[in-house]
């Protein structure tokens, strides 16, 4: 087991570099944390065991597949800290927002509520939607401080659903106060959907405190969970009784046997209501296995955003030394640590040209529109932090 004290992660080298060399993270400066973080060696062995129980078990290997992908359903549900609903998985969160949408009954109330802040899974989906006669009222997403506050105020007898994140991912701002929303919904019999993949392993989330028991929840393993690709899943509140159209056979895999194809279409409990069908299940074995891994080194979601906090704020500080001119580029200096999730955000209208310079000098990150972002992984140390951010100011005086 790694020493996984913060001081521990924070040292040159990191403890926990040595779990990852085929990522080679002691060796590359890696601010791509925020995006696709690198997977310990762990998961490499699980691929490999995948196609193992392949070859040996060949269609008998179901069994198998469903208890590893129960390991990651639990590992998702733990980081919730949820123990009353159901986890539905799929390779990526728009087949599960897109099953989850199909349940709404948008006929009889045609109107999702969201913000203007939203991933494009949500954002791309919900303009298409508008394109065919739903009405998609759009909040502002900023300040993030009120707009669980404000789309509480944009709900009304009309609304099917509520659309929002639980931290932005083009800024990093966490939305507080979720619960609000949750309550207008339920005052009206609308459902509330909380993207949680900004904030999932690196920011705090407890459905319990935070009062979103019976909320849906969206997100994956792609980022901070440092799961990959193919990994993503539906937190479904207990008692759910939506009924998706668009819905796979694995929902009825367990009454094969017994049901009547010809009757109404039925749905399997708990998670199985938004099941899919047929899948590679690879990417589940590295889930699980990469889970465990997190805790037999107690990387704990407390720790990881004690150490997340460390590294931005650290950044930060970094960033503020180098006294850049603040029309090439700047920070938002009024949001504080708490209200600033897994990386930072810098505003440059240079942002592309920002980019292409550090990776150009060995530095992974990227960039949105007028936004680069940076962000660190609990298995960067002190000193690589130190060295991107060098290279930042390379970068910047460079620009002319």
């Not at 997977?39 to 040996?56: H, T």
């Amino acid at each position: 087991m790694t020493d996984a004290t913060p001081e521990a992660l924070y040292g040159s080298p990191n403890a926990l570099a040595p779990h990852y060399r085929r990522f080679r993270v002691a060796d590359r400066l890696l601010l791509t944390g925020h995006s696709h973080q690198a997977w310990p060696d762990v998961g490499f062995e699980a691929q490999q065991r995948a196609w193992l129980d392949a070859a040996e078990y060949v269609d008998d290997k179901w069994e198998r597949v469903f208890a590893v992908a129960g390991r990651a359903q639990r590992g998702f549900a733990r980081l919730l800290e949820d123990p009353d609903g159901a986890v539905a998985l799929g390779a990526n969160t728009h087949e599960l927002v897109v099953r989850w949408l199909s349940a709404l009954p948008l006929g009889r109330r045609p109107r999702l509520v969201t913000t203007t802040g939203e991933f494009h899974t949500i954002r791309r989906q919900l303009q298409r939607l508008g394109e065919e006669g739903i009405a998609v009222v759009k909040v502002p997403a900023l300040p993030a401080a009120t707009l669980a506050e404000r789309l509480a105020q944009a709900v009304d007898d009309r609304t099917a659903a509520v659309l929002v994140s639980a931290v932005l991912y083009e800024n990093a701002h966490v939305v507080p106060h979720l619960g609000h929303v949750l309550d207008a919904c339920r005052r009206v019999g609308a459902e509330l959907l909380v993207d949680a993949y900004h904030a999932l392993n690196v920011v705090p989330l407890s459905l319990r405190k935070d009062q979103l028991a019976g909320a849906f929840v969206v997100g994956g393993g792609y980022k901070y969970c440092q799961l990959g690709e193919g990994n993503c899943f539906l937190r479904i509140p207990r008692g759910c009784t939506l009924r998706p159209v668009i819905t796979g056979w694995f929902s009825e895999f367990a009454s094969l046997a017994t049901g009547d194809p010809s009757g109404p279409v039925t749905y399997g409990p708990g998670a199985a209501r938004f099941a899919g069908a047929t899948y590679d299940p690879t990417s589940h074995y590295r889930a699980a296995r990469v889970f465990d891994f997190f805790e037999e080194q107690g990387l704990t979601p407390a720790l990881l955003h004690q150490v997340s906090q460390h590294q931005v704020g650290l950044l930060a500080e970094l960033f503020d030394a180098l006294d850049a001119d603040p029309q090439v580029i700047t920070r938002d200096h009024a949001l504080t640590a708490s209200e600033r999730g897994g990386f930072l955000a810098l505003q440059s209208p240079r942002a592309a040209a920002l980019y292409r310079g550090l990776r150009a000098r060995g530095v992974l990150t990227d960039y949105r529109a007028d936004v680069l972002r940076l962000g660190p992984a609990p298995y960067l140390s002190d000193a690589q932090l130190r060295d991107a951010m060098q290279a930042l100011g390379s970068v910047i005086r460079g620009l002319g």
